[in-house]
């Protein structure tokens, strides 16, 4: 129970803290990528302003000129208002034709792979009295940027995944200190309960022989009820006993011995000591030949204890119990549980308030839960006001 809290908490941190950490890398990484892309606008804004005399006298060219100069830090391509090509200079041939379709609007910006060159490009309008005359499509190497950006990448990505893993590291150191403390009060309550339910075992048995010793005695008829009181109540008392010590050990890290138990033979048998108990019909429909891995007592236990739950809450109707190889449905038509008190009622010591009037100590369910888990098995409880119905499943041994 402990390793799985502890297990829960450091991934409650782990994924807390790697979330956090990962989002403040994207941050940082997009932060930086806006800085840079700001940092090549300007560039080219820079070199579209000192050169934009030359610029327009290009653009009254006649024919269309291109030069090519492979040492050029910027290129450029200057076209009229009706998108034809006036001029250009740049370090790349054929790049103009792959350009041209990527800008529709002006003042927009593109990041363009080509030839393995990673390219920046602007767009920018020729204003000549308020009237668009021509554009301009500017850009610039940006190959090493790229580069940089992809190796800047990896290295949050490393350091995110060791940050994980210290964080990781960390959070299990947290989450053991803090459930430490948890864990040794609920050891001390464990011990104490096993304890004082050892302890009260003696007196108890003397208890039991005095009362046995009484009844050789010549007793009124009002002692005779008065004995009969004390019997009900010692009976109830060593239940109470018996059932803690199961609770109590069951929470032990103790390893119960399992063996390849017939269920279906287990169950036919315990249905026929009920059915001399109870003159209710108990409607059974076995599947034969279903066997579990698993201690033959403890799940005895718990059939006993479901069916003498639907035996104490069903004063008529009936009882169902149904075993398939999807598990084992115990079914009845008694008083049912309310909305309230559906949620609480494998919780040890709880009880309604028609439980209550029926007596018992709380902690049947509770026991029944824990040995399900014990053979990796569920148990569920449905009821709808009239009738209550558990539901085990158990891995079925093939």
């Known amino acids: 129970m402990f390793r799985s809290m502890r297990t829960k908490l450091t991934l409650l941190y782990t994924t807390t803290f790697t979330i956090a950490v990962g989002i403040l890398m994207i941050f940082l990484f997009f932060a930086l990528q806006k800085v840079m892309d700001k940092q090549q606008i300007e560039e080219l804004n820079a070199f579209f302003i000192r050169e934009h005399h030359d610029f327009l006298q290009q653009l009254q060219t006649n024919e269309p000129i291109l030069h090519i100069d492979p040492t050029r830090h910027f290129f450029y391509y200057i076209y009229d208002e009706e998108g034809n090509f006036i001029h250009g200079d740049s370090q790349y041939e054929g790049l103009e034709e792959v350009i041209e379709s990527y800008f529709l609007t002006t003042n927009t910006a593109e990041k363009v792979t080509w030839q393995e060159e990673s390219l920046f490009i602007i767009k920018r309008p020729f204003m000549l009295d308020n009237r668009n005359i021509g554009y301009i499509l ?196 008694g008083i049912g549980i309310s909305d309230e008190d559906l949620p609480h009622i494998f919780e040890r010591f709880y009880r309604s308030d028609e439980a209550r009037a029926k007596g018992g100590t709380g902690l049947g369910l509770a026991i029944a839960q824990t040995i399900i888990t014990q053979h990796s098995g569920t148990i569920s409880v449905s009821s709808n006001k009239l009738g209550t119905t558990f539901i085990i499943t158990l891995p079925i041994f093939s």
């Open 138 to 333: 500017m850009g610039k190497t940006i190959t090493t940027q790229t580069n940089f950006f992809k190796k800047t990448l990896a290295v949050l990505l490393i350091t995110t995944l060791l940050f994980a893993g210290l964080i990781g590291a960390i959070s299990h150191y947290l989450a053991a200190r803090a459930v430490r403390p948890i864990q040794q009060a609920y050891d001390k309550q464990r011990r104490f309960v096993s304890d004082a339910s050892h302890e009260l075992r003696t007196p108890l048995a003397v208890f039991q022989s005095s009362l046995d010793i009484l009844h050789t005695e010549s007793l009124s008829s009002f002692g005779k009820e008065v004995l009969k009181d004390a019997e009900a109540e010692l009976t109830h008392m060593q239940k109470l006993l018996e059932q803690l010590l199961t609770l109590a050990r069951a929470d032990q890290p103790v390893v119960t011995t399992k063996d390849k138990v017939n269920l279906s033979a287990l169950t036919t048998e315990t249905i026929q000591k009920f059915e001399r108990l109870t003159a209710l019909p108990i409607e059974a429909t076995i599947t034969p030949n279903l066997y579990v891995i698993g201690n033959e007592a403890k799940l005895l236990q718990v059939l006993y204890i479901l069916l003498e739950n639907a035996l104490r809450y069903t004063q008529q109707g009936q009882i169902a119990i149904t075993l398939t190889k999807d598990g084992v449905v115990i079914s009845d038509s």
